[in-house]
């Protein structure tokens, strides 16, 4: 990726070592996220993909090792400022959607904005565009429930990139889907990533979710084992 020579660095982790109670779960890993860029994290279950998500992305902290985001580093943050810093720059997509089931599709989106303070004809104006652009907005009022699987994913990408983060995060974004709306949530994210300039670091298991990717990074054992450029087929 030539971005990742001519872009600044957004996110570095500096010899991560993470540990629960007695079980270390990685070992001294270390990486840097560039501007823009789209970075899978692969490996088999147990290789320590969701620890270093969460870890990224200020849900937990390391045992020892630096998290910098944008030359701030995040084990100096407490947590209250942690959570400004997730709310304002990070966007997180999960397997099983997590939305509030007692909100409409369109008040979760608005969300976000919500916290952050955003003024409510500017809320509704950008909600109303993201969910157009994720192909939704039919369904700005319908509660979750009412939602197929496919058309919750689309809504938990939009509510993850509403305020317009710098870096999303996503576990498994597909893994609760089939494989025709899996691909179509991809390649949603590829567009999206392409179009606003939003870094995504992503956890799969999926060599087709890798291949949305410009590099791979491989886990094994709480260790990098290998990184790569991903498959250039789609990008």
Same mark, same amino acid.
């Given at each position: 990726m030539?971005?990742? /020579?001519?872009?600044?660095?957004?996110?570095?982790?500096s010899d991560?070592?993470?540990?629960?109670r &007695?079980?270390?779960?990685?070992?001294? #890993?270390?990486?840097?996220?560039?501007?823009?860029?789209?970075v899978?994290?692969?490996?088999?279950?147990?290789?320590g993909?969701?620890?270093?998500?969460?870890l990224? @992305?200020?849900?937990?902290?390391?045992t020892?090792?630096r998290?910098?985001?944008?030359?701030?580093?995040?084990?100096?943050?407490? @947590?209250?400022? %942690? =959570?400004?810093l997730?709310?304002r720059?990070f966007g997180?997509v999960?397997?099983?959607?997590?939305?509030?089931?007692?909100?409409?599709?369109?008040?979760? /989106?608005?969300?976000?904005?919500?916290?952050l $303070?955003?003024p409510a004809? &500017?809320r509704r104006?950008?909600?109303?565009?993201?969910? &157009? +652009?994720v $192909?939704?907005?039919?369904? =700005?009022?319908?509660p979750?429930?009412?939602?197929? @699987? @496919?058309?919750?994913?689309r *809504?938990?990408?939009?509510?993850?990139?509403i305020?317009?983060?710098?870096?999303?995060? =996503?576990d498994?974004p597909?893994?609760n889907?089939?494989?025709?709306?899996?691909?179509? *949530?991809?390649?949603?994210? +590829?567009?999206?990533?392409d179009?606003? $300039?939003?870094?995504? #670091? %992503?956890?799969?298991?999926?060599?087709?979710?890798?291949?949305?990717?410009?590099?791979? *990074?491989? %886990?094994r054992?709480?260790?990098i084992?290998? &990184?790569?450029?991903?498959s250039?087929e789609?990008?």
């Amino acid at each position: 990726m030539t971005e990742s /020579v001519t872009t600044p660095v957004l996110l570095q982790a500096s010899d991560v070592h993470h540990a629960y109670r &007695e079980r270390t779960v990685l070992a001294g #890993v270390s990486l840097c996220i560039h501007a823009g860029e789209r970075v899978a994290l692969t490996g088999p279950s147990g290789s320590g993909k969701t620890t270093l998500l969460n870890l990224l @992305g200020g849900v937990d902290r390391p045992t020892s090792g630096r998290i910098e985001f944008d030359d701030v580093c995040l084990n100096d943050l407490d @947590g209250n400022g %942690l =959570a400004a810093l997730r709310r304002r720059h990070f966007g997180t997509v999960f397997q099983f959607f997590h939305l509030l089931p007692t909100l409409t599709a369109s008040e979760n /989106v608005e969300l976000p904005l919500q916290l952050l $303070g955003v003024p409510a004809p &500017e809320r509704r104006t950008r909600v109303a565009a993201l969910l &157009e +652009r994720v $192909g939704v907005l039919h369904r =700005a009022d319908a509660p979750p429930g009412e939602l197929s @699987g @496919g058309e919750m994913q689309r *809504i938990a990408i939009a509510r993850a990139l509403i305020h317009r983060p710098r870096l999303l995060l =996503a576990d498994e974004p597909t893994g609760n889907l089939d494989s025709r709306n899996g691909q179509r *949530i991809l390649d949603l994210l +590829r567009q999206l990533s392409d179009e606003t $300039g939003t870094a995504l #670091v %992503l956890v799969t298991h999926s060599p087709e979710a890798a291949a949305i990717c410009h590099r791979e *990074i491989r %886990l094994r054992d709480g260790v990098i084992e290998t &990184e790569s450029p991903a498959s250039s087929e789609r990008l």
